[in-house]
């Protein structure tokens, strides 16, 4: 076993430990987060688990590992010396389950009176589905969030796990856990944070709502200025199967797209007119088809018109503006997501490749309390 101490990390979150019990999905995405801005994170996981399998997984980034059986009062008697000097315990069993195992709320704040205790749901913590098994698609099916999204006539469509997940989970994580470090830091206590998917979802469509209820917004998917509805609000296809995506929702940029189209304002259909918006798409769906992709981005290029390439994973590492910034860095040869947001003071460090390192708990809880935060 690797015993060798934490590296000395960067960022606005140095200093700050968590323990993340091993699952999927937003749970670890959010420690990820925490881990890329500076965070110590240390992952419980179950005996026999697997770091070859893991060795691709980036959302495991900047991590030590502590196999813990939990079912078994040693497991948790240690899961609760690490408790007792860390700031965040994040866990995402369905309510109920960790007190079970001996380590809910209560325990553990009992333990570290100032521990944030963040738990990673679909359904939450109450509410009559929150026993249930689910996942990203049902939570963001109940939300109306799944059933804005799609084309006129058609079934919803899928929109990977973004929104549920990650949009409504992991993100809502983060600043639900960070929200209750900074009321500690007036208050010097801990609280648990009930992070539910249901919630995010409500949340990220929470403008749309509006628009729904003050009758600006159809009930029918597709139909819509944000929803691919509108013409100069869309993808289109190009000469060589590939495609660009129109965003050109400003006068001034609507301007911009049709002069780069090198279509007549005057003889168009009027766009703000939905009823006339297919007869507008036609003609652009017909102009987009002329030229391939990069030469329809050629020409817009140094343009406010808001036209864009499509990109695949791969072709979007080489993007100009996302390697100038460094939007996608290397690790262990492979490429993954940069660290954000920037910090100009407190920037993050390279974040280390999964899987990282086991350790004995027993060896954190020492160096935790050789290392007191200040």
């Keep these: 076993m690797d015993m060798k101490v934490e590296p000395d990390r960067t960022g606005p979150l140095n200093g700050i430990r968590v323990v993340e019990i091993g699952g999927i999905g937003p749970g670890p995405h959010g420690a990820m987060m925490l881990g890329d801005l500076g965070a110590d994170v240390v992952r419980v996981e179950r005996p026999g688990y697997n770091f070859a399998q893991d060795k691709s997984d ?14 078994q009062d040693r497991g948790v008697a240690d899961l ?23 380590f809910g709320p209560d325990v553990c704040i009992e333990a ?11 359904w939450g913590q109450s509410g009559p589905l929150a026993a249930r098994a689910g996942h990203d698609l049902n939570y963001i099916s109940i939300t109306g969030a799944l059933n804005a999204i799609g084309r006129p006539g058609q079934r919803p469509t899928v929109p990977i796990n973004l929104v549920g997940d990650y949009g409504g989970g992991s993100m809502l994580l983060a600043q639900g856990v960070l929200a209750a470090l900074v ?42 200025t944000l929803d691919g509805g509108a013409p100069f609000y869309d993808t289109y296809e190009c000469a060589d199967g590939k495609f660009v995506a129109v965003g050109a929702l400003e006068p001034q940029f609507y301007r911009e797209l049709i002069r780069g189209l090198t279509l007549d304002m005057d003889a168009l259909p009027d766009r703000d007119d939905p009823a006339q918006w ?25 343009t406010d018109a808001c036209v864009s390439p499509v990109l695949d994973f791969d072709e979007a590492e080489h993007h100009g503006h996302l390697a100038a910034r460094g939007t996608r860095i290397e690790i262990a040869g492979l490429s993954q997501a940069a660290p954000a947001p920037r910090f100009a003071r407190t920037p993050a460090s390279m974040p280390a490749a999964p899987p990282c390192h086991e350790v004995a708990a027993a060896d954190v809880v020492t160096e935790w309390r050789a290392h007191p935060p200040s």
């Design 183 to 224: 009321e500690r830091s007036v208050s010097g206590h801990g609280q648990v944070v009930d992070v539910a998917m249901v919630d995010g979802a409500s949340i990220l469509v929470q403008q749309i709502l509006a628009l729904h209820q003050l009758g600006k917004w159809n009930a029918e998917r597709g139909t819509n």
């Design 58 to 71: 980036f959302v495991l980034r900047n991590r030590r590992i502590v196999i813990l059986d939990l079912k």
């Design 278 to 302: 297919p007869a507008l798409r036609s003609i652009f769906t017909e102009q987009f088809r002329r030229r391939s992709r990069d030469e329809w981005t050629a020409v817009f290029e140094g």
């Design 112 to 122: 570290n009176p100032r521990l944030v205790y963040a738990r990673m749901t679909g």
């Design 80 to 102: 609760l010396g690490l408790v007792a000097e860390a700031d965040v315990l994040i866990e995402g069993f369905r309510p109920g389950v960790a007190e079970r195992l001996g």
